[in-house]
């Protein structure tokens, strides 16, 4: 399972449709790290987010963009 597919939200809240933005906190499940970890991850510019008024929200497909590029430097490595 990828970690695009994980169902952070219940559909039933989102009226059916997958989520477009996630919570860092959410995010930070998905990646299995904790949320200082992730706010690094975001800071550094590893991690895309966004600032939408004044609440951070993470692309859905960012978490698994992140681990993308996270195995591609290790077999490059």
């Given at each position: 399972?990828?970690?695009?597919s994980v ?50 929200r993470v ?19």
């Amino acid at each position: 399972m990828s970690i695009a597919s994980v169902e952070v939200v219940p559909l039933a809240k989102t009226g059916g449709l997958p989520p477009v933005f996630l919570t860092v906190e959410e995010a930070a499940r998905c990646l299995r790290v904790g949320r200082t970890t992730c706010f690094g991850l975001i800071r550094t510019g590893e991690l895309e987010s966004l600032m939408i008024g004044g609440l951070r929200r993470v692309p859905a497909d960012a978490p698994a963009a992140y681990l993308a590029r996270r195995r591609a430097e290790q077999r490059a490595a």
